[in-house]
């Protein structure tokens, strides 16, 4: 069965520094990635996705992720972070053959930024 | 831009009550999706519905079930509330096709008593 790790429960970081969010999953063949993010309150809106071809991706509000099938990880990136990225976010995988519309999603890394 | 609505945003329920959770997207989407959402669990998928009058169960079913009578509109149905049904209840809907982009709604946060 599919499965997705976030290994990193809560995150703190500095507005402007850099922020990384770890992404594991296990699946055997070439999977689908996501991210999404979830602002306090909110519902779940899409940052990034991977199907195929270029292994770095760009996203939404300055984000990128990096497909590593080596490592089984799909990473989430932004390089300088505001204070409006405090949020949860959610990792996805999918593309079971017989699961075609099911996503798995991870536990979730909520993100602090402190001023 | 994709709209998905949920009928209620907060909801208190008592032990033992029949509950009814709404949603509708406004896309004319096939695929939608109950999910609830629990601290440390993430997302888990309840049910999803590919077409009209069409189900099929997710990861945790158990104690719910759905209707989908049109298109637009994906119902929940708590047959007899439970206390450990206390959670965050996610609805999404996408088009067809293999893992299209799923488009998520406010979220109704239900207190069972």
């Known amino acids: 069965a599919q499965s997705v790790t976030q290994p990193d429960i809560h995150i703190t970081v500095s507005e402007g520094a850099s922020l990384e969010l770890r992404c594991n999953y296990s699946?055997?063949?070439?999977?689908?990635l996501f991210w999404y993010v979830q602002s306090p309150g909110q519902g779940l809106q899409l940052l990034l996705k991977y199907f195929s071809g270029d292994t770095l991706v760009q996203g939404i509000k300055g984000f990128e992720a990096e497909f590593k099938r080596s490592q089984s990880s799909f990473n989430l990136r932004k390089p300088s972070v505001h204070w409006s990225d405090a949020a949860e976010y959610f990792c996805a995988v999918g593309g079971v053959p017989s699961n075609d519309y099911k996503l798995s999603f991870g536990a979730g890394t909520t993100v602090t930024v402190r001023a | 831009d994709v709209k998905v609505t949920q009928s209620s945003r907060y909801l208190v329920k008592r032990t033992g009550e029949k509950v009814f959770l709404e949603c509708v997207q406004d896309?004319?989407?096939?695929?939608m999706f109950w999910y609830r959402q629990d601290p440390g669990l993430g997302l888990r998928l309840i049910y999803f519905?590919?077409?009209?009058?069409?189900?099929e169960k997710g990861d945790i079913p158990e104690g719910y079930s759905v209707s989908r009578e049109k298109k637009e509109r994906f119902s929940l149905i708590l047959e007899s509330a439970s206390t450990n049904q206390t959670s965050m209840y996610l609805c999404?809907?996408?088009?067809?096709?293999?893992?299209?982009?799923?488009?998520f709604g406010p979220g109704t946060r239900l207190l069972v008593l």
């Open positions: 519905s590919y077409d009209v009058k069409m189900k």
């Open positions: 699946y055997g063949a070439t999977p689908y």
């Open positions: 999404a809907s996408s088009s067809s096709g293999t893992q299209e982009t799923q488009y």
């Open positions: 896309m004319d989407h096939e695929n």
